[in-house]
């Protein structure tokens, strides 16, 4: 077999390797090609040997791969990126397809605002920090961020550390006040740009993201654990035997014992994931109490007028901003510069309006520079950025 004549199927097989899914046959395959000249063993041990994608990338594009992107060009770029409809289009952060990134990169560098120029007007547009308030039982508010001291004290059975609220472990049903002379609930809450963590007294953390809210009791009583979420959290439950309880605006989540995502951002649905363990859902305005249970790798949709929906879900758009990354996987550009916007506290204007129903796939450092990820997008759809202070443009290339 002439695996070099196969260029469509090499470009998959590199993808397929870097990303860590090739089967065995396929490995085969790829292998025979790395064999076939000194050339292409030496471009697959550098890729092999650089430790991230972007370094991966730059030493790709010194491969001279005209032959093999000739086909993808003809066949994926002018029916699906350039069309005037403008309906789809597709940026990739990291190589899933990355000889056809590749040609994105070389045909389309002149018709964007330069890389160069980019990185540096948006240098000053900063991914989020760790910054939260922190209000006790007696309404006094505490700024939380992770420039405070290493570890400080709050109050008698609250300490802070680094970026996360930690609250002391008891066990049994010990309820007192903190810093307030009451048993009221606390609030911690993050707004525009921010994310913080809690550890609550029985163990269980939870992941605030942007513009979310918790109000919570200090000490859990002996029956029940509940808090109430506006925003988006992730969740990891401590094990015990009492359940723990999410309330939200349009219904209850109950956990027993998990890792699970919720997001009630939309003003249409909140989203549940469940990563791990078992939890249920009951919409509110469901007067039988009826509790819908979800299984690992679910998604339910709790709807303004009381339904829920569950789906199989690919987990990882919805969760992995809790590790860091942002994954999008056919979403709008609209929608993924709505989240760009609140993660780097930034506006951002569309010309025309249209561009903002491309569609995008991509997985991008929740901390990196907001500079690379604006330059790839402008590059996929052939599209200009251009930015003013805050406020990033993006339009059709002249």
């Not at 002439?2 to 065995?24: A, C, H, R």
């Not at 041990?45 to 010194?62: A, V």
């Not at 219904?251 to 009630?264: H, L, M, P, R, S």
């Not at 056919?330 to 903002?356: A, G, S």
């Amino acid at each position: 077999m002439n695996i070099m004549n196969n260029d469509e199927q090499i470009e998959q097989l590199i993808s397929k390797y870097l990303m860590g899914t090739l089967t065995d046959v396929e490995r085969d395959k790829l292998m025979e090609w790395k064999h076939l000249s000194n050339i292409n063993e030496s471009v697959f041990n550098k890729l092999c040997n650089e430790r991230n994608f972007s370094e991966k990338y730059k030493i790709y594009t010194k491969a001279d791969v005209d032959k093999a992107l000739h086909r993808f060009k003809r066949r994926y770029v002018y029916d699906r990126y350039l069309r005037l409809s403008l309906k789809y289009a597709a940026i990739f952060i990291v190589p899933l397809m990355i000889i056809g990134t590749l040609w994105l990169y070389k045909e389309l560098k002149t018709k964007s605002m330069p890389e160069k120029v980019i990185a540096q007007a948006s240098e000053h547009i900063v991914h989020g920090i760790s910054k939260a308030t922190l209000i006790l039982s007696n309404n006094k508010k505490v700024v939380l961020n992770s420039l405070s001291q290493a570890c400080i004290a709050i109050s008698p059975s609250t300490t802070l550390r680094h970026d996360t609220l930690i609250y002391a472990q008891v066990k049994g049903n010990t309820v007192e006040a903190d810093g307030a002379g009451s048993s009221k609930d606390n609030e911690i809450g993050t707004k525009e740009g921010n994310e913080f963590w809690v550890t609550f007294e029985d163990g269980t953390k939870a992941h605030l993201n942007y513009n979310t809210s918790i109000r919570y009791p200090v000490h859990f009583d002996s029956g029940e654990r509940k808090i109430y979420l506006k925003g988006e959290a992730y969740f990891v439950i401590a094990k015990d035997k009492r359940p723990f309880t999410v309330v939200t605006e349009r219904g209850v989540i109950k956990d027993y014992g998990t890792e699970f995502n919720v997001n009630t951002f939309s003003p249409s649905n909140t989203k549940v994931v469940l990563v791990k363990g078992k939890v249920s859902v009951t919409p509110t305005g469901n007067f039988n109490h009826k509790e819908l249970f979800l299984k690992t790798g679910q998604l339910a949709c709790l709807k303004n007028n009381s339904t829920v929906n569950i789906s199989n879900v690919d987990i990882e758009p919805y969760v992995s901003w809790n590790y860091g990354r942002y994954v999008f996987e056919n979403c709008t550009l609209e929608d993924m510069m709505e989240t760009m916007e609140h993660w780097y506290n930034m506006d951002v204007e569309f010309y025309p309006e249209d561009i903002k129903h491309l569609h995008f796939t991509g997985n991008v450092d929740r901390y990196g520079n907001i500079g690379p990820i604006l330059d790839a997008v402008a590059k996929a759809a052939n599209l200009r950025v251009v930015i003013k202070g805050r406020k990033v443009i993006i339009k059709l290339s002249n």
